[in-house]
């Protein structure tokens, strides 16, 4: 009867160990101890990863590029519990950048040197316009018999040209012109001889007007020439005069006083009939906007009267609108 009592008592004691000791042991394993960190890197056992879920199929790369090695995820800085294990996160993936191609500008060719249609013409300075009208004025050189009987003379006139078509450039050009020169010695005796008296001075106009083909020809786009030729009809009118001097009371702002004054009379006035006149000529043309031009330009010009010829070399500088 001791016997059993006995060893009761130590399967009670056997078992009391048994039960302390495994409640001892169970902290230590669910509880990690706190991991120290330490500034310096120190080589530390990794622990096992986990194994990683398979990723989607990654879209195709174009050819030229190759995609980077895929990078391993950093190590954790926390062991997990083995019962609450998960994947290690995983970096994303670089950015794709797509290569630019240089692709040079493509030089434009410079406007042809004659014209095509009216875009071609729009190129330059110069728009196309049918009508453009011009005023000009200059100096006149007497040539031939003229230059023994006149002076170097001016001129001024107006007109317009037409060109039919932007497709050519070829215009119709009408001009009014007027004319005027002095006489020279030569005439003033001539005319006395014929009128028999004394013939101080004299006085030639000119006026009329001309039709002629004009051909533009461009240099640049802001500069251009151009031919003239053609024909016109013009008259002459000559005034002989002759200064007589009279004694009288001449006054001005000062006061009053006698002297002498001149007073001239007309000896004569002789006026042509209508006589046909053939010019050429060349002339060059600039640009300041599209809707205005100056020109510069120089003809020659034949009056062919009954007795004599009469050739006038006009210089001329104009606008154009």
């Not at 249609?117 to 100096?139: A, K, L, M, V, W």
């Not at 106009?205 to 786009?221: C, Q």
Request: net charge neutral.
């Amino acid at each position: 009867m001791k016997r059993d009592a006995r060893t009761t008592v130590a399967l009670c004691l056997l078992a009391a160990s048994v039960t302390a000791t495994a409640q001892n042991a169970l902290p230590d394993q669910t509880v990690p101890a706190p991991e120290q960190r330490s500034p310096w890197p120190t080589a530390k056992p990794q622990p096992t990863p986990a194994p990683q879920q398979s990723a989607p199929p990654a879209p195709a790369t174009p050819p030229q590029q190759s995609s980077p090695p895929a990078q391993s995820a950093p190590p954790a800085q926390e062991t997990a519990p083995p019962s609450q294990s998960a994947p290690a996160p995983q970096s994303p993936p670089p950015p794709q950048y797509q290569q630019y191609q240089y692709t040079p500008p493509a030089t434009s060719a410079p406007p042809p040197k004659h014209w095509t249609d009216q875009s071609t013409y729009e190129n330059y300075g110069f728009q196309y316009h049918p009508f453009r009208f011009h005023i000009n004025g200059g100096g006149t050189i007497t040539q031939r018999a003229n230059n023994t009987l006149l002076d170097n003379g001016w001129n001024a006139g107006l007109g317009l040209t037409w060109f039919p078509s932007s497709h050519l450039p070829i215009g119709v050009r009408v001009d009014g012109t007027y004319m005027e020169f002095s006489g020279r010695p030569a005439l003033l005796s001539d005319a006395s001889s014929t009128y028999g008296t004394r013939v101080d001075e004299a006085t030639q106009k000119m006026w009329g007007g001309d039709v002629d083909l004009e051909i533009d020809l461009p240099l640049s786009p802001y500069v251009r020439m151009y031919l003239l030729a053609g024909g016109g009809w013009y008259r002459q009118q000559t005034t002989y005069r002759q200064r007589n001097y009279y004694k009288g009371l001449l006054c001005d702002w000062w006061g009053c006083e006698y002297g002498y004054y001149g007073v001239d009379s007309i000896v004569a006035r002789n006026t042509t009939d209508w006589h046909f006149a053939k010019n050429a000529g060349v002339g060059f043309e600039f640009a300041m906007s599209s809707m205005s031009s100056f020109y510069v330009e120089a003809r020659y010009m034949r009056l062919n009267p009954v007795d004599a010829h009469s050739d006038f070399l006009p210089i001329r500088v104009g606008l154009r609108f």
